[in-house]
């Protein structure tokens, strides 16, 4: 179906999009590239000194970037645990025969799609305000001790808020995978005399690793640069207690200006994100080429 | 289910399904309540379900005292303006890479543009050495890297269509702290801060990636012999894109556009770092509830609900094209 | 008006050569059919014609200008596809005004002629319906009167009939024929079934792995194929073929007689063999053979015949009707 004159048509067609995206991650990237081999502080009067590698030397030993670095992996880490298990046991659930699914399921999808700072917030100030939050009231009738969410536990009401916007994503997709297993495979399995527990490891889940795989590799790559949440809540603090990678930049970028410091600290980011991207890109690869 | 399942045990998963449904929504069900109390009755603890003077002045102090008009019309221009451009640039490269793909590279071409490229990089390379200081000047050597990629560029719109495609959707995958500082920087030079310009500049180039992957998905499923038929008659390319093609692609582009509209209005991050008053979302709005004075529990429940009420309608009505936009079509 | 000529036109995909070197002419008001086996090139080359696809070498002539480097929609030809290609958002009426549209007619011509068409092809009550409400032969009409409103110098027909069930493909078939009696324009048709060919050509071009095997007129390619590959393409059931001595002996490599040309008798006869299997039909019997030491035969009696599987019988052809070719399988001269 090719002629000449729909493969020229194709070419000046895509060629805006091919353009825009590659002038929108080449040209900022390499920029931060520049920029992070250089001493170049917007508040520094001092000149503008080319470090070469010695500001990534600094960034990558500096604690500030190790604790950072070690709170993105722990956000990560747990972020994917809770919402991916927690994905799996809803959407297993869901796919049962349940009275008013339909409602039930926007009730469980509906948090995704509430913006990043007021979930925040809402959680902040409406659920762990030390005074007259909920979960006050929830701790204090079972009698257990109150906790401080944001002085004592500042990284884990970080998880949880974030886990709470992301279990959705991971119980829709993971929901949707369940759907497309054969009745007949859980039919042949009963008759061949497997229980509840045998049939989900050995049918299910292998049967739902690929969507498993995708869920954590695309919440990988978002959670990378969880930044909202951080903000509006801890602003990276107690301390850095809940400064990840992300905010780090942030902060060396727009609050103190160091625009060296935070380039690098960029390139670190964008690497860690490619790490994943390069996994996630053959599985769709893989989905393309079918 | 053609196994029955004994009464007990479909009572205990219904319960268990709803109690976890319940207690995943509860936030946002909390939100709304709290959003019709006044302050005391939100502040109050231990927390009250009843006996609440139920108000709407929460409502009319965000609506009459803050900027919120702004703010929400910033989020409606930006969501919808931003998409609808990407749709303008996606669709013509959608119909490019499924009806006019390149399925093997033009090996001629190919060598053609490595030695292009090869010239541009030295050309560049060399003016940037000749001009000695200036170089450092982003509005010197912008120019000057910008039509050395000439080549580059061409190169990747010549390769085949599928890694085109992954490398668009690569793109999207970048981290906006990677790129903040030289965004942030060019913004203040070029006077793009806290502009609805600016903002919607960037994330159209989110979603571009993601627009187009899934218009090219659903153009896909168009029969081709349709749209060579309107060439036999006569169609100009334009023509066929604008009779033939986008009325059969509607349902595919209003999926797309609502995914599309619920991503920009929720993003937080290039909203929250390159406005300040003038061109802030509803994000940034919220976002300044996180430094307040004095009682504002049920004004920022207020605000909350406002602020989600259109994204969860859109949302619930756009669950199936979430998982094929979110996850790239890797899981149907 | 309506001439096509194609001069050494080629086509390759890639190291693929589809279409070899075809030269081929066609006058004015012929109802030109391309007929061939699967993969043969007969869709290919019309898409070329078309403007669908562009050629690899050679030249595209339409009513003596070079349409060659033209785009589909400058070649002033019109097309029907095989899955009809209807505009599934658009009504009866819309569908055939659409060529009219992009042509920027004005309005009152075109409901003049979408009129008119719909009327031809008895479509006036189904104008307002969308392609998804019509039957599998409304809408082969639909596509029939969306070229037809274009007046175009030639028609192509893409297998039209293909996707239609038997008694249909006969009455479209006929309706087809009808058309081109009325319209006088060239129609180039293409078509694997080789009755389709048969009954409504002028003149068929019979396509052999992308290259031209033979063209002439209907019966001239029953009765004087030039080579083996149009001998058993053509006619059914299919030319029986003997090597061996019986062909040596009439000086040819291969000898060919058709089914209808094959006398058979339970006493005597040239080729000697055993029914394996034969089918009454009433109006005719066919029956096959294994003919010793040749192989398959098909004979085709007329009315009944008591011939039944395992019996011996004798097989004659019918000298002035029968073929011979040489080595090459080409057609030598009787």
């Known amino acids: 179906m090719a002629t000449q004159q729909t493969v020229t048509a194709g070419r000046i067609l895509v060629a805006p999009s091919v353009i825009l995206l590659f002038a929108w991650m080449l040209g900022p990237l390499a920029r931060t590239l520049y920029f992070s081999t250089l001493h170049y502080n917007l508040l520094d009067g001092s000149a503008i000194r080319y470090l070469g590698f010695q500001n990534y030397l600094d960034f990558l030993s500096d604690p500030n970037f190790i604790d950072a670095l070690e709170n993105t992996l722990v956000l990560v880490f747990s972020t994917l645990f809770i919402s991916v298990v927690g994905g799996i046991f809803v959407a297993l659930l869901m796919d049962q025969q349940v009275i008013g699914l339909n409602l039930l399921r926007l009730m469980v999808i509906a948090p995704f799609f509430v913006m990043p700072t007021v979930s925040a917030l809402v959680w902040k100030n409406l659920l762990m305000n030390p005074e007259s939050g909920f979960f006050l009231w929830i701790t204090k009738s079972l009698h257990l001790p109150a906790p401080v969410w944001f002085t004592n536990w500042p990284m884990l009401s970080v998880i949880l808020i974030v886990s709470w916007e992301w279990l959705p994503f991971a119980s829709l997709i993971l929901l949707t995978a369940l759907q497309s297993l054969d009745l007949e495979q859980k039919e042949a399995a009963q008759l061949d005399g497997a229980g509840a527990i045998p049939y989900f490891f050995y049918i299910v889940l292998p049967h739902i690793s690929r969507a498993i795989t995708v869920v954590i590799l695309i919440e990988t790559i978002f959670l990378l640069s969880v930044f909202a949440e951080i903000l509006v809540t801890t602003s990276g603090g107690p301390g850095d207690a809940t400064t990840n990678i992300a905010f780090l930049v942030y902060k060396q970028a727009l609050l103190d200006f160091d625009v060296g410091g935070a380039s690098a600290g960029g390139i670190v980011a964008v690497v860690l994100a490619n790490i994943a991207a390069i996994f996630l890109m053959r599985v769709i690869g893989k989905n393309l080429e079918a | 289910m053609a196994v029955r399942q004994s009464i007990g045990r479909r009572i205990g998963v219904n319960v268990l399904a709803w109690a976890i449904g319940f207690i995943i929504f509860f936030p946002i069900l909390w939100t709304i309540l709290t959003s019709f109390k006044t302050e005391l009755d939100a502040f109050a603890f231990p927390p009250k379900f009843f006996s609440v003077h139920w108000t709407l002045e929460n409502y009319k102090g965000v609506l009459d005292g803050s900027n919120y008009p702004l703010f929400a019309y910033n989020s409606i221009v930006l969501s919808i303006g931003a998409n609808v451009v990407g749709l303008l640039i996606a669709i013509p490269a959608a119909w490019s890479m499924a009806f006019a793909p390149t399925v093997v590279p033009d090996r001629a071409l190919t060598r053609k543009l490595y030695a292009a490229m090869l010239g541009a990089i030295v050309l560049a390379a060399a003016i940037l050495y000749l001009i000695g200081d200036a170089r450092y000047d982003w509005r010197i050597y912008g120019p000057i890297v910008a039509i050395a990629c000439i080549p580059i560029v061409y190169w990747v719109m010549t390769r085949r269509t599928p890694d085109v495609l992954m490398w668009m959707l690569s793109t999207k995958m970048m981290p906006g702290v990677g790129v903040l500082v030289p965004i942030f920087l060019w913004f203040r030079d070029l006077n793009l801060l806290d502009t609805r310009f600016g903002v919607g500049l960037m994330l159209m180039l989110m979603n571009l990636p993601i627009i187009i992957w899934m218009l090219y998905t659903y153009f896909k499923e168009i029969p081709v012999g349709i749209l060579e038929a309107a060439r036999m008659d006569g169609a100009s390319l334009m023509n066929e894109i604008v009779h033939v093609l986008t009325p059969m692609a509607t349902p595919g582009i209003a999926s797309t556009m609502l995914l599309a509209v619920i991503l920009s209005w929720n993003e937080a991050f290039w909203t929250l770092n390159l406005t300040t008053h003038n061109a802030a979302p509803l994000t940034a709005f919220i976002a300044s509830y996180s430094a307040p004075e004095g009682l504002f529990w049920a004004k920022l429940s207020a605000a909350s609900t406002l602020a989600i009420a259109p994204i969860l309608v859109l949302g619930w009505l756009s669950q199936k094209q979430l998982v094929r936009g979110l996850t790239f079509g890797a899981v149907k | 008006m309506g001439s096509i000529e194609l001069q050494q036109v080629r086509k390759s995909f890639g190291a693929v050569n589809i279409i070899k070197g075809v030269d081929l002419e066609i006058k004015n008001g012929e109802f030109v059919v391309f007929v061939g086996p699967s993969g043969c090139g007969k869709s290919t080359l019309l898409r070329l014609i078309a403007g669908l696809e562009d050629v690899t070498g050679g030249k ?12 589909p929609a400058q070649r002033g030809l019109a097309m029907v596809f095989q899955s009809y290609a209807l505009y599934p958002h658009m009504s009866v009426r819309n569908n055939i005004a659409f060529p009219l549209k992009m042509a920027k007619a004005p309005k009152d011509i075109i409901d003049a002629k979408v009129k008119r068409a719909a009327a031809t092809l008895n479509l006036t009550d189904y104008l307002d319906r969308r392609p998804g409400q019509l039957s599998g032969g409304q809408r082969q009409r639909v596509a029939i009167g969306r070229a037809i409103v274009r007046e175009p110098s030639a028609f192509l027909f893409d297998e039209p009939l293909s996707n239609l069930d038997a008694a249909l493909r006969v009455q479209m078939r006929l309706e087809i024929g009808e058309l081109h009696n009325a319209l006088k324009t060239t129609m180039i048709y293409v078509t694997h079934d080789q009755v389709e060919a048969m009954t409504m050509a002028d003149k068929i071009v019979v396509l052999d792995l992308g290259a031209i095997a033979q063209v002439g007129a209907p019966l001239d390619l029953y009765n004087r194929p030039d080579n083996l590959f149009v001998a058993r393409f053509i006619g059914s059931p299919t030319m029986n073929i003997a090597k061996g001595p019986s062909a040596a002996k009439r000086g040819a490599d291969s000898i060919g ?73 080409q057609r030598i001269a009787a």
Request: net charge negative; proline share 7%.
């Open chain 3, 60 to 71: 595209v002539v339409i009513d003596g200008k070079d349409a060659t480097d033209l785009g």
């Open chain 3, 257 to 329: 007689i058709r089914p209808e040309h094959t006398d058979i008798s339970t006493t005597a006869g040239e080729w000697p063999g055993t029914v394996r299997i034969a089918e009454h039909l009433g109006s005719e019997t066919f029956v096959y053979v294994d003919v010793d030491g040749v192989g398959p035969f098909t004979v085709r009696v007329d009315g009944e015949a008591p011939l039944h599987t395992d019996d011996r019988v004798f097989l004659n052809p019918r000298e002035p009707r029968l073929h011979k070719f040489n080595a090459a399988g």
